[in-house]
């Protein structure tokens, strides 16, 4: 049978997936570091630099996002 | 640079940094999918037995979608990994043959030096020089040692060339590789990336607003620089600052959420304190809060109103639903409390501060009121807290002084303004039980204007009347609960300053005149929904005193008739006594009525009760059953005779002047004589030969009761206006009856007019449906024929006298109700 229970009553449940958000917000970090490095580090390959340093800075929004939604729904599944 | 580097140039890039990124990049592709979240994707989730609901569903869609990203963006960041490995190799490679390219170059270059050397060599040989070919030689092997490092450069930076078409192909397939990645996102920046993942994220999107409502009130907080708790005048202009934002519903909760209700309730009180010790200031002082009123209260309205929580997600408006819940709760637990210390009357509750909040953000959002959890909790409470309390009814607030920053205000009008056009939470809580056992309908419109006898008239009164236009008319069970209710309680208010010999009947119907006209049309309209019920309580042989205790928790005004739901009246004294209140509409005591004519609430209800009659009458005598032609006779004689006594009797009660009672009565009368018209839709349905007759014949009651009474009239003016009135009574009441029974074609056949016509040669009086025509419209000759015809018929004199006799039995039943009471 199933019971309703409600969503904030479920928050302390989720401390099972708490390391899931840290991890995906160093993750970001990494990302991010590497569109930096990426155009240092390909001098001779003006395009690939540049297509990194975009990868850094999109990769990073696109991890970091669904760090908060990791947070988020963690949080109401318990 | 050297020839040598400038033709074999060196392949740029940090291969060690390559490989790290490289590195990093495959952590990130073995990493980001390997939450709990993305592993599960929503599925098999510890406690989705025991979580189920449209936030349970939402959640596990919001999971899918991040399991979903997270997979999409490992598959796409994998590739990128093997392709920038693939160009760290490739470039290590090139660095390697560009290398031996270089070394070759050196060897070559050498060779090119000694080649040269042996040429001069070659030209100082001593027999070449004594032959004198030394210079051609020496020329010949220079050139020949120039052009083999020619040839060798040449190919060396062919060779270059090659060596560097791998590391160039890898970078390419690297740049692809991220651009596929790049592709793969939902956005040409960060910016567009987090809002189209966001966009496909609802529940996570819900929370960052939340977040971000938090942090912007979290700022207002810290620019205040003091508490909350102390928060007052000094702080209304930076909660004005929040204008427009506050209507979102996370930015209006998260400023709830700052602002408990007890420190919003004092907040409120502090800023009207405030407007009330500048009371001679003028207008700017009255309104210098507004706009911070207008932000509290609309961010008070939203939160009790979640029909109006547009652009949530299913998991945040649960999530924001059970904050509000618990919101509620402690909104009527703290409303009773008195905020501030000792002052003037009447006290400052925290409903005091609801109620200025409601009337705020109803400005500011129109149209936005608090949803059916709010009136079942604070609502509620706050009529429970008015009926129980003293304070009620509220001060006028005194200009130029300042007494309480409570006075003036109306808890329950700004209860009741805020949930119009909200039909199901109005029920609600119109139906809901105070603690005395009563709806709150019916103290409403009865209980509570007693209390206020004698002042002006209550502000709820207006927002009442309204809320039972929509609520009440209806003819489902809920609307004539409510209905029966907010007679029940308007009737029992009325009672008292009517009874018979109660030397302050006058003085109490007076006190009361102002607090029930806002509502005296209202009741009206709901009586007139339900004509049945006035004959029903008429007619009740039982007559009983109270209701009875068994119905105490029920509705025992609503019953279930044969046609439907209809409403009772508890007896014939509270029939009396609304139909008293009725006749009072738009009546000015004391004065003789001048104008307009009066009293349209009473015409309403009769324009109801006629037309309901009218339809029983015609179908009565269309059948030709005398019961049945009998009864309906009755019925309308006695319930039109009813209604205009009691009304009657009423008005004659509040009127103190003898000397202006006839005029006034006389004018009362003409009035509603002048207003009773049947509705164009019954017209349609009746015979058109009975509609008039019927009509003439009700108004022609009217005026006879309403002028014959000389017992109440100085004798001389009621003997001579009686005289002339019955007079012409008389006469009306034969003509109408006749064309009634007319109409009704009430004769045997064997009296048949068109057969007596025959028989009697001379003028016909029938019309081509073979009946008589209406008597007004006879000639003299038909009208004398007719008369002859008519000593044969015996409906002719007993049907007009019938009517009369009834009418002055509903008469009778009036002055004996209020005489019993």
């Not at chain 1, 395009?47 to 996002?65: H, P, V």
């Not at chain 2, 919001?62 to 999409?72: F, I, M, N, P, T």
Request: contains cysteine; hydrophobic residues 45%.
């Amino acid at each position: 049978m199933l019971v309703h229970v409600e969503p904030d009553d479920l928050a302390a449940a989720g401390h099972r997936m708490s390391g899931d958000g840290p991890r995906l917000r160093a993750l970001a970090q990494l990302i991010s570091g590497c569109g930096v490095a990426g155009r240092r580090a390909c001098p001779g390959a003006p395009a690939l630099g540049q297509a990194l340093a975009a990868l850094g800075e999109r990769g990073s929004a696109a991890i970091s996002t669904l760090a908060v939604a990791n947070g988020h729904v963690g949080r109401g599944a318990g | 640079m050297s020839t040598r580097d400038s033709a074999l140039a060196w392949p740029p890039g940090e291969v060690s940094e390559i490989d790290r990124i490289a590195s990093q990049l495959a952590l990130v592709a073995t990493t980001v999918d390997q939450t709990v979240v993305a592993r599960e994707g929503g599925q098999g989730w510890g406690l989705a037995r025991s979580w189920s609901g449209p936030a349970f569903e939402a959640a596990r869609s919001e999971a899918a979608v991040v399991a979903s990203r997270s997979g999409e963006l490992a598959g796409t960041v994998t590739p990128i990994v093997a392709g920038l490995q693939g160009y760290a190799a490739a470039l290590t490679e090139a660095r390697r043959r560009v290398t031996l390219l270089r070394q070759e170059w050196d060897w070559g270059a050498r060779r090119h030096d000694e080649a040269r050397h042996d040429a001069e060599l070659a030209g100082s040989d001593p027999v070449a020089v004594a032959l004198g070919a030394a210079a051609g030689q020496r020329l010949a092997a220079r050139q020949e040692a120039d052009r083999a490092w020619a040839r060798l450069q040449e190919d060396l930076r062919g060779r270059h060339t090659a060596a560097l078409g791998p590391l160039t192909a890898a970078a390419e397939r690297a740049t692809a590789t991220v651009r596929g990645f790049l592709a793969a996102l939902p956005g040409d920046d960060a910016v567009a990336v987090r809002g189209g993942l966001l966009a496909q994220l609802p529940l996570t999107a819900g929370a960052l607003r939340l977040a971000d409502a938090r942090a912007l009130i979290g700022d207002l907080v810290a620019r205040a620089g003091r508490p909350v708790q102390e928060w007052g005048a000094p702080e209304a202009d930076l909660i004005a600052t929040l204008g427009d934002r506050v209507r979102d519903p996370f930015v209006a909760q998260a400023l709830m959420e700052a602002i408990p209700p007890e420190r919003l309730h004092r907040i409120v009180e502090r800023l009207l304190t405030h407007i009330g010790s500048m009371s001679g200031m003028g207008q700017w002082s009255k309104t210098q809060f507004d706009r911070a009123f207008e932000v509290l209260g609309t961010a008070f309205v939203l939160m009790a109103s979640p029909q109006h929580w547009a652009g949530l997600d299913e998991a945040s408006a649960a999530r924001m639903e059970s904050w509000r819940r618990r919101w509620c709760t402690e909104l009527a637990h703290s409303g009773s409390s008195v905020i501030g210390g000792p002052r003037n009357p009447p006290p400052f509750l925290g409903f005091t501060a609801q109620a200025v909040l409601l009337d705020h953000g109803r400005q500011a959002v129109p149209g936005v009121g608090p949803g059916m959890a709010f009136v079942a909790t604070v609502g509620f409470a706050m009529i429970e807290t008015d009926r129980r309390g003293d304070d009620y009814p509220p001060l006028p607030p005194l200009p130029e002084s300042f007494s309480s920053p409570a006075a003036g205000i109306d808890v329950v009008a700004s209860l009741l303004r805020s949930i119009r056009g909200e039909p199901d939470a109005a029920s609600a809580l119109l139906l809901a039980r105070l603690g005395d056992g009563q709806p709150v309908v019916r103290y409403l419109a009865g209980e509570r204007l007693v209390r206020g006898a004698g002042g002006p008239p209550p502000a709820a009164i207006d927002a009442l009347a309204a809320l039972l236009a929509e609520t009440a008319t209806g003819t489902d069970e809920r609307s004539v609960m409510i209905a029966g209710a907010a007679l029940d309680g308007f009737g029992a208010a009325a009672e008292p300053p009517e009874r018979a010999g109660n030397g302050d009947a006058a003085a109490g119907a007076l006190a009361l005149h102002g607090q029930m006209q806002g509502l005296r049309f209202v009741m009206a309209d709901l009586l007139a929904r339900h004509p049945d019920a006035v004959w029903a309580s008429l007619n009740d042989p039982i007559n009983v005193l109270a209701w009875p205790m068994a119905e105490a928790d029920g509705h025992p005004w609503a019953v279930l008739g044969a046609d439907g739901w209809t409403l009772r009246l508890l007896n014939r004294s509270r029939l009396a006594a609304v139909l008293g209140e009725l006749g009072k509409d738009r009546l000015h005591p004391g004065t003789a009525a001048s104008g307009p004519p009066t009293a349209p609430a009473l015409a309403h209800l009769l324009n109801a009760l006629v037309a309901a009659q009218g339809v029983g009458l015609a179908q009565a005598l269309a059948s030709g059953n005398a019961q049945d032609q009998d009864a309906q006779i009755v019925q309308l004689g006695q319930v039109t005779g009813f209604v205009i006594e009691a009304a009657r009797q009423s008005v004659l009660t509040i009127q103190a002047g003898a000397d202006a009672e006839v005029a006034v009565r006389r004018e009362f009368v003409d009035s509603i004589v002048a207003m009773v018209s049947l509705p164009a839709s019954l017209k349609a349905s009746l015979p058109a030969t009975l509609t008039a007759p019927l009509l003439g014949l009700v108004k022609a009651a009217i005026k006879r009761i309403g002028y014959s009474d000389g017992s109440v009239d100085s004798a001389a003016t009621a003997d001579a206006q009686t005289a002339a009135a019955r007079a012409r009574l008389d006469d009306d009441l034969r003509h109408l009856g006749w064309d009634l029974v007319s109409a009704a074609g009430w004769w045997d056949v064997a009296d048949d007019p068109v057969a007596w016509i025959e028989a009697h040669p001379g003028v016909s009086f029938c019309g081509e449906d073979g009946r008589p025509v209406p008597v007004e419209e006879m000639s003299a000759a038909q009208r004398e024929r007719f008369h002859a015809w008519t000593r044969g018929v015996p409906a002719y004199t007993t049907v007009p006298s019938a009517i009369v006799e009834q009418i002055e039995e509903g008469a009778r039943a009036v002055r004996t109700a209020i005489a019993g009471r």
